[in-house]
């Protein structure tokens, strides 16, 4: 492989890298062991309290998975509001126009042999609206509350807010005030499916080739001369699609 074909084999990957980044959820599982990609907000007179990522059993099924744990509750005591105060995590996605679903695993856990009155209120929030809501309520000791999220619409292309806030009516255990018996929640499994969502496009190196793949056939491979450039279709371009690189860089994408 010549030193022209080394680079711009070089500068495919890069675009991959940047191309995935922007149009994909990144960590759902948070397989990363902490919370990369994503931000952690504070609601007003709400916490998040600690913040980790623990192995759990979000599903109730025996299958123990990274999961992002949490000790929500109110700043302000009695902090009752509507569903009480807390906080969650979000992350910004690059979508196309058409269907999206957001799918996530949710659960609470309540430590201690005495009941608590609020294991938490988890809320969907897609762009600032809160689009799904799942109170659980009284939780008994040692108990484990499982749940789901599962919504579905339509969305416009461009940057999207994905967020799940977590809300209780008493304090965390990160207040002194909370005597140390507020319940833990949980995060894990979180996905975006649908037309809205394009899939990786996977860039592999064969000698003076490059082989891309993408698993969604109503996708077009595209190629630009440029990140900036023009990007045009690639006839007949089926996956796997093997390119031989003979320009100094060439981008692809995959795209509707």
């Known amino acids: 492989m010549d030193n022209r074909t080394k680079s711009a084999y070089s500068i495919l990957v890069l675009l ?30 709400g916490t998040t309290g600690p913040v980790s990522v623990v192995p759990f059993d979000i599903t109730g099924t025996g299958t123990i998975a990274n999961c992002a744990q949490f000790e929500v509750g109110s700043t302000i005591v009695p902090g009752y509001g509507s569903l009480g105060y807390g906080g969650g995590i979000s992350q910004s996605v690059n979508l196309a126009a058409g269907q999206l679903t957001v799918f996530l ?14 294991g938490a ?21 040692y108990q484990t509350n499982f749940s789901a999220i599962n919504y ?18 008493y304090a965390s255990n990160s207040d002194p005030q909370a005597g140390g018996v507020s319940p833990y929640q949980y995060l894990s499994n979180i996905t975006l499916t649908g037309s809205s969502v394009p899939p990786p496009l996977n ?18 491979l595209q ?34």
């Open 203 to 220: 860039i592999q190196g064969n000698g003076p080739t490059v082989i891309l793949t993408w698993t969604n056939a109503t996708f077009t």
């Open 223 to 256: 190629a630009a001369p440029s990140s900036s450039g023009i990007f045009t279709n690639i006839p007949g371009a089926a996956s796997p699609y093997t390119n031989t690189v003979t320009a100094p860089q060439e981008y692809f994408r995959v795209a509707k």
């Open 121 to 141: 209120t988890f809320e969907l929030v897609l762009d600032g609206k809160p689009v799904v809501t799942n109170i659980f309520g009284n939780i008994n000791g």
């Open 16 to 45: 991959f890298a940047a191309l995935s980044a922007s149009a994909q959820l990144i960590n759902g599982n948070f397989a990363t062991g902490d919370l990369t990609g994503w931000t952690t907000f504070n609601d007003t007179n």
């Open 152 to 169: 579905s619409t339509t969305v416009s292309a461009g940057a999207h807010l994905i967020a799940i806030d977590m809300r209780r009516a």
């Open 105 to 118: 695993n949710i659960a609470a856990y309540n430590s201690l042999s005495s009941k608590n009155l609020d």
